[in-house]
């Protein structure tokens, strides 16, 4: 079974610095996709960021970049310039793929980050 | 697009009523998931269907829980009868096979006395 283990339960940044939030994940599929969500105080999920596990290239929107570090099953995401607007829970999550299509996300336990003025 | 529609937004019952939750997907997606999130547990999966059909339903904790799916936009998850256990916020998600991305809906927070 694949499990998603999120070591930081908790995290703080100043505004417009850099915080980088730690995944690492157990699998022993060869194809599957890692996601970032954000969910803030409103409780709604947001994709921040996914990578195809085929890739090497990390991933990367705006501010947000990822650090897909396959051989060692590590997925950090890095936010820079950080905003207020970013404080939230934020969720890492394995798909797997079943027959080539997808399956269902399996999440870690999340990290919730303050970004200070 | 609208985004994925759940209703009601919040729930408040007594313990042995029933509750029935409801989502719409995304228009054309024909994949859909239920998940429920809890403080002990965090998020997990109940149920997801493809093309309407159930594809996987490990995640539904017993037979107090049902869910249907009769059309591409429409989608029920039943509690009968609930528990204060049963207390937490469930979310529908919805998805384009081939696309993989997950969109969520804004939640339904239950609350069973």
């Known amino acids: 079974a694949q499990t998603v283990t999120q070591s930081q339960p908790e995290m703080s940044v100043q505004e417009a610095e850099t915080v980088t939030l730690s995944c690492t994940y157990d699998?022993?599929?060869?194809?599957?996709?890692l996601f970032w969500y954000k969910q803030p105080p409103s409780r709604q999920m947001i994709l921040v960021i996914r990578q195809e596990a085929y890739k090497q290239q990390n991933a990367t929107e705006n501010r947000f970049s990822v650090n897909f570090q396959k051989a060692a099953k590590s997925f950090s995401l890095k936010i820079s310039d950080s905003q207020l607007g970013d404080t939230a829970m934020y969720f890492c999550a394995f798909m797997k793929l079943i027959g080539g299509s997808q399956g269902n996300l399996i999440f870690g336990k999340g990290t919730k980050l303050s970004v200070k003025p | 697009d609208a985004g994925v529609i759940q209703s009601p937004r919040h729930e408040v019952t007594e313990m042995g009523q029933e509750v029935t939750l409801r989502c719409k997907p995304i228009?054309?997606?024909?994949?859909l998931f239920w998940y429920r999130q809890t403080m002990m547990r965090g998020l997990e999966l109940l149920i997801y269907?493809?093309?309407?059909?159930?594809?996987?339903d490990s995640g539904m904790p017993e037979d107090r829980f049902s869910a249907k799916m009769p059309n591409a936009s429409f989608s029920t998850l039943k509690i009968q009868p609930s528990e204060p256990r049963d207390s937490a916020v469930y979310f529908c998600?919805?998805?384009?096979?081939?696309?993989?991305?997950?969109?969520f809906g804004p939640g339904t927070r239950l609350l069973v006395l």
């Open positions: 699998t022993s599929e060869s194809n599957y996709y």
């Open positions: 269907f493809n093309n309407n059909v159930p594809i996987d």
């Open positions: 998600a919805s998805s384009f096979v081939g696309q993989e991305t997950q969109y």
């Open positions: 228009s054309g997606h024909n994949s």
